[in-house]
C-alpha cells in the first residue's frame, strides 16, 4: 500500500493494486494497524466511527494480492453485512459480481454454487455455520476472516465454531476481529481472544495523537426526571403483588426476601432452588416455578411504568391479557390478570391520560438541539420496541421522525425488512428527517451518520452498548450525549452498573494498551494450537431440524412431511425433546437414522457420513461432529421419521414439569416395543455425539451400510407420494416441492417444464433449476 496523490482539498488517499483510486482517505492510525493485522491473528480495538472496517479492507486486499484464495468478513446482522458489501465493492478494484453477500435470504444450494467463484464473502455467521456443518462451503482456500463486533465471540455464538473450523482447515488462515469494546474486563478480552485464535491486540483510543484529530468531545449529560404520583401509585400496586408472591416463595424456603427490589440475579438462584425441588420430587417445586413466572412478569411491568411510560405498560398489559385467554395459557397467565391489585393497576393504567416525563424532556432536548442550537439529526435510542412506536407517533406531532426497529413481528408492530432499514438510514443521512427513533439494532456497527444529539430515554446497564450507543456522535463535529434517568427507580440502579462498567472497560483498555506485550505473551501461551490439533474421537451420522438466526430463507426451511398420525406424534416427541432450549433441564431425545454414507472398508480410514436435519442446528451435536477427524456432515430436510436408535439425554428425566413420569415411561415404551427403536442415554451433547459417531461408524464401516434419507416403504396419500417424488429431486425439499406442484398442477409438468418457468417459482433459484433439468433431462450412465 501506498499513499497516492492529493486531491484539489489536500486530502491524500491509499493507494494499491486493489484498491480504487481516491476512496479510502489515508489515516497513519489505520495504516499502523493494518501493517500489524496483515502480519499475525489480531484483535483491533478501535472508537466507534473510526474506520475498523477500513483496517480489515486493507488486510483484506493485502492478503488477496500476496497469497490469493478468497476473503470472508463476517457480521451480526443483515443490514450490516449489506453495508459492508457496498463498501468493499465500492473501494475494491475488482468485479462486484466478486464480492458476494449471504444472507438467508439466499438459498443454499445459490450459496455453494456462489463460493466457488467469489473473492470477498460477506456474511452473517449462522449462515456460514450452517453452510460449513452442510459440507457446503470449505474454509481451506479463505485466507482472511475478519470477524466484525468480536466482542460476541463468546459462549455458543457462531463465531467461535468458525475460528475453530478455519484454523483446522484453512491452508493459510489469518484472523482480523474487530470492535470498540471487546468485552468488560481483561478477562473477557482473552476470552474472546483465545476464542478466535487471536495472537495481538492492538488498542488504539481517542488519547492517541493519530485517532485524536478524527475524534471530538462526547461528554455524558445525566438528566434526571421526576415520576408523577399517579404513576407511582400503578408502580406501588404491582409491587404489592410482587411481595406476595415473593412471600410464597419465601414459605418455599426458596426465596430469604420479600422485597420487590430483587435482582436478577436473586431470581435467577431463586430458580435454580426450585429446579431442586423438582430433581428431587417435590411438587412443591412445580408451584415455585410457576409462582416464579408471575413474579417476573410483574417485574416487567414495574420496569415498564417506572423507566418507560405508562402507554407502554398498557401494551404489555394487554399481550397479558391476549396470553391468559390462549388456548395454551399457563395458569401463571391466568392468575396474573385476575389478581384484584392488578386489575387495580391496569384499570389506572387505562385511566391515565398525561404525559411521562420522559416524553416532554425528550421532546425538549429534541426542540433545543434542532431549534436553538441548529443541529440537523438527533437519534433517540430505547430499549423498548412499544416506547419507539409511542415515541416516533408522539415526537412526529412537532418533527419529521421515523423508527429503526428489528426485523421480526410483534403484536401490535410490525418490523422492518432489512430494504426498509437500509432505505430509512439513507433518507436520515440525505437529511430527509430530522429525529430517528430506534431499538438497539442500531448500536452495532451500523454505519447510522453522525447526528448532533444521542439521547438514551435509559440508561444503558452494559458497557458495550453504552460505548456503541456513543460513537453515533462526535465522529465529525462536537455533539452531545443524553441520558434519561427516573428518580427512585430501576433506572438508577442502571446508572450505575453503567458508569461503573464503563469505567472499568476504559481502564481495562487503557491497561490493555498499556501492556501489550504482556497480553500478546498470555496469548502466546494460551493454547490457540488446541484449533488445529484437536483431538476426535469418532465420527457419527445425523439428522436434525430447525434453522437458526439467519438462516431461514424459504430454502432452508420445510416442515417433517409427517402422513401418518402415530408416526407424526412420534416425531414430535422426539423433536420437542431433543433440548432446543437451555431451559429445560430434563433429558433429551436424539434420533439416529439407520445408514451411512460412505464406502468405509472397516479401518477407519474413511470418513463416515453424517446427515443432518436443517431443524436441528441450534444443538451443538451436528456442530460437534463436524469437528471430529473422519466425519463428513451434510444437511438435508427429513421427511420421514423411522427411528433406529432413541437417545435419552442429560439427568431429571421424569422431572419435567407438566409432564408426568407415566407418560414419558409411555412414550419410552412406545418406542421400544411399538417402533421397534433401540433407547439409549447418554449424559450430555458430548456423550449424544459420542453414541451417534459410534453408531454411525458400526453401520457404514463396520455393516458397510449406505445411508438412506427416505426411510422405509409406508402408506401415503396421492399428494404426499406427489411431493415425495418431486422433493427426491435435486435437493427440492418437501417445501419447494409443494410450492412446484402448486405452480404446474402435475408431476410431469414439474418434470417436462422449462428452466426459465421453474425460476418463476418461489423458493426456486438458478441453482435449483438448473439441477432440476440436469436431473430429469441428463441420461443415465451408471459407469
Known amino acids: 500500500m501506498a499513499t497516492g496523490e492529493a486531491d484539489a482539498e489536500g486530502a491524500a488517499y491509499v493507494e494499491g493494486s486493489l484498491l480504487t483510486e481516491g476512496v479510502l482517505e489515508r489515516r497513519r492510525y489505520q495504516l499502523r494497524l493494518a501493517d500489524t493485522a496483515a502480519e499475525t491473528h489480531t484483535l483491533v480495538c478501535l472508537p466507534t466511527g473510526l474506520g475498523k472496517t477500513t483496517v480489515s479492507l486493507l488486510v483484506t486486499a493485502r492478503r488477496l494480492e500476496a497469497v490469493g484464495g478468497r476473503a470472508l468478513l463476517l457480521a451480526p446482522t443483515k443490514p450490516l453485512v449489506r453495508q459492508h458489501a457496498d463498501f468493499y465493492r465500492e473501494a475494491l478494484s475488482i468485479p462486484d459480481d466478486d464480492v458476494v453477500v449471504f444472507t438467508g435470504e439466499v438459498s443454499p444450494d445459490d450459496r455453494a454454487d456462489l463460493w466457488g467463484d467469489a473473492r470477498v464473502v460477506v456474511a452473517t455467521p449462522q449462515v456460514v455455520e450452517n453452510d460449513l456443518v452442510g459440507g457446503r462451503v470449505s474454509l481451506a482456500s479463505v485466507t482472511h476472516v475478519t470477524f466484525d463486533e468480536c466482542h460476541r465471540a463468546t459462549g455458543d455464538y457462531a463465531y467461535n465454531y468458525i475460528a475453530e473450523r478455519y484454523h483446522r482447515d484453512a491452508d493459510r488462515p489469518l484472523v482480523t476481529g474487530m470492535s470498540a469494546s471487546p468485552g468488560g474486563d481483561e478477562a473477557a478480552i482473552l476470552q474472546v481472544c483465545e476464542n478466535l485464535g487471536v495472537e495481538t491486540v492492538e488498542v488504539m483510543t481517542e488519547e492517541d495523537a493519530d485517532v485524536a484529530e478524527y475524534t471530538h468531545d462526547t461528554d455524558v449529560e445525566w438528566r434526571t426526571v421526576e415520576l408523577p404520583a399517579a404513576v407511582l401509585e400503578i408502580r406501588d400496586a404491582l409491587n404489592d403483588v410482587v411481595r406476595d408472591r415473593l412471600t410464597r416463595l419465601k414459605e418455599l424456603g426458596v426465596c430469604s426476601t420479600t422485597q420487590p427490589d430483587l435482582s436478577q440475579k436473586q431470581l435467577n438462584e431463586v430458580r435454580g432452588r426450585l429446579q431442586e425441588l423438582i430433581d428431587n420430587g417435590d411438587s412443591d417445586g412445580f408451584e415455585g416455578m410457576s409462582v416464579h413466572a408471575e413474579v417476573m412478569k410483574l417485574r416487567q411491568a414495574v420496569t415498564l411504568v417506572e423507566t418507560q411510560s405508562v402507554e407502554a405498560l398498557r401494551r404489555y398489559f394487554e399481550r397479558q391479557r391476549e396470553a391468559a385467554r390462549s388456548s395454551g395459557a399457563s395458569k401463571a397467565d391466568q392468575r396474573l390478570v385476575s389478581d384484584p391489585s392488578v386489575r387495580e393497576a391496569m384499570r389506572r393504567a387505562e385511566a391515565y391520560d398525561a404525559l411521562h416525563p420522559k416524553y416532554s424532556r425528550t421532546r425538549r432536548l429534541t426542540a433545543e438541539t434542532l431549534g436553538i442550537e441548529n443541529g440537523d439529526r438527533v437519534i433517540v435510542f430505547t430499549e423498548s420496541r412499544d416506547t419507539a412506536e409511542a415515541l416516533t407517533e408522539f415526537l412526529g406531532e412537532h418533527f419529521a421522525v421515523r423508527r429503526f426497529v428489528g426485523q421480526g413481528d410483534r403484536q401490535g408492530s410490525d418490523g422492518m425488512t432489512q430494504r426498509q432499514q437500509q432505505d430509512t438510514l439513507e433518507s436520515f443521512r440525505q437529511g430527509e428527517f430530522e429525529v430517528l427513533v430506534s431499538t438497539s439494532v442500531a448500536e452495532e456497527g451500523l454505519d447510522v451518520p453522525e447526528v448532533d444529539l444521542v439521547l438514551f430515554y435509559e440508561p444503558v446497564p452494559t458497557a458495550i452498548r453504552s460505548v456503541q450507543r456513543k460513537g453515533r456522535t462526535g465522529r465529525q463535529t462536537e455533539g452531545r450525549v443524553v441520558v ?282 438458478e441453482v435449483t433449476a438448473t439441477r432440476l433439468r440436469e436431473v430429469v433431462g441428463s441420461e443415465y450412465d451408471p459407469s
Open 484 to 765: 434519561l434517568m427516573a428518580e427512585d427507580t430501576r433506572d438508577e440502579a442502571y446508572f450505575w452498573i453503567s458508569r461503573r462498567r464503563e469505567e472499568e472497560m476504559e481502564e481495562e483498555l487503557r491497561a490493555l494498551k498499556e501492556v501489550a506485550d504482556e497480553v500478546d505473551a498470555e496469548l502466546a501461551q494460551s493454547d490457540l494450537g488446541s484449533f488445529a490439533d484437536e483431538d476426535a474421537t469418532t465420527t457419527t451420522t445425523t439428522t436434525t431440524n430447525a434453522s437458526t438466526g439467519d438462516d431461514a430463507g424459504a430454502s432452508d426451511e420445510s416442515e417433517p412431511d409427517t402422513p401418518d398420525a402415530d408416526r407424526a406424534e412420534l416425531t414430535d416427541f422426539a423433536a420437542v425433546a431433543a433440548g432446543e432450549s437451555d431451559e429445560e433441564p430434563a433429558g433429551t431425545v436424539a434420533s439416529a437414522g439407520a445408514g451411512g454414507g460412505g464406502d468405509g472398508d472397516g479401518d477407519g480410514a474413511e470418513a463416515v457420513e453424517v446427515v443432518v436435519d436443517q431443524r436441528e442446528l441450534e444443538s451443538s451435536i451436528a456442530r460437534d461432529l463436524s469437528l471430529r477427524e473422519g466425519v463428513e456432515t451434510r444437511l438435508e430436510t427429513l421427511a420421514v421419521g423411522d427411528y433406529v436408535v432413541v437417545l435419552l439425554e442429560g439427568e431429571g428425566l421424569y422431572g419435567e414439569r407438566d409432564v408426568h413420569p407415566n407418560a414419558i415411561r409411555g412414550a419410552l415404551a412406545s418406542l421400544a416395543v411399538d417402533f421397534d427403536a433401540s433407547v439409549l442415554r447418554t449424559a450430555d451433547e458430548d456423550g449424544t455425539a459420542d453414541m451417534l459417531a459410534t453408531v454411525a461408524e458400526r453401520e457404514q464401516t463396520v455393516a458397510d451400510r449406505e445411508v438412506s434419507v427416505h426411510g422405509e416403504k409406508q402408506s401415503r396419500t396421492l399428494d404426499e407420494q406427489q411431493e415425495y417424488v418431486v422433493s427426491s429431486i435435486a435437493d427440492v425439499g418437501p417445501v419447494t416441492a409443494r410450492a412446484l406442484l402448486a405452480h404446474f398442477g402435475t408431476v410431469e409438468a414439474v418434470m417436462t417444464a422449462r428452466e426459465d418457468d421453474l425460476l418463476e417459482v418461489d423458493g426456486v433459484g
